[in-house]
C-alpha cells in the first residue's frame, strides 16, 4: 500500500461524496506526511501500513470509549464506520484457529524452555504473520502452550 493509493481513494470518495471515508482517509494521509516530515524521506509501503494501523488503533480506542459511555449514539456509529472503512484497506490479520496453528507450527520447528523463551515465541509468530495478528492473543496462546 503507498500513499498514491491513498491519494486515489480520497479523490473517489470527493467524487462520491462519501464524507466519512474523506476524514478518515485524510487522518491517514496527516499521519503520513507528518511522518515524511519527520524522517526526511518517502515512507515505504510498510511504514505506510504502520500509519494505517496507527490511526486505526486511535480511532477503535475512541469508539471503545464512546460505547462505554453509551451517551452518543450517532457518534459511536460514525466511529465504527470509521474502523470498517480502515480495516477494509489493511491485510487480513491472523486470529482464532489459523493463530493457534501456527502457534503450535513455531513451538514444534523450535526448541523452547518454558515461558523464559516465550519473547522469542511470540516474536517468530508476529513475524511470520507480518505483523498481522493480535499480540495480546499470540501472548495469551504462547503462555497457555508454555510450561
Do not use: W
Not at 87 to 109: H, I, W
Amino acid at each position: 500500500m503507498d500513499k498514491a493509493l491513498i491519494t486515489s481513494e480520497i479523490t473517489k470518495a470527493m467524487r462520491e461524496h462519501d464524507k466519512i471515508r474523506i476524514g478518515i482517509l485524510r487522518l491517514v494521509k496527516n499521519e503520513i506526511d507528518t511522518r515524511e516530515k519527520e524522517s526526511h524521506q518517502e515512507l515505504t509501503d510498510e511504514e505506510v501500513v504502520s500509519a494505517f494501523k496507527k490511526v486505526l488503533k486511535q480511532t477503535g480506542e475512541t469508539l471503545e470509549g464512546s460505547i462505554k459511555a453509551g451517551t452518543n449514539a450517532e457518534r459511536t456509529e460514525l466511529l465504527q464506520q470509521q474502523v470498517d472503512i480502515l480495516e477494509g484497506y489493511l491485510p487480513r490479520q491472523v486470529a482464532g484457529d489459523e493463530l493457534v496453528a501456527l502457534v503450535d507450527r513455531v513451538l514444534a520447528a523450535g526448541e523452547f524452555a518454558g515461558k523464559r523463551d516465550m519473547g522469542k515465541v511470540i516474536g517468530l509468530v508476529v513475524s511470520e504473520t507480518g505483523g498481522n495478528c493480535d499480540k495480546a492473543e499470540v501472548a495469551k496462546i504462547v503462555g497457555s502452550k508454555l510450561n
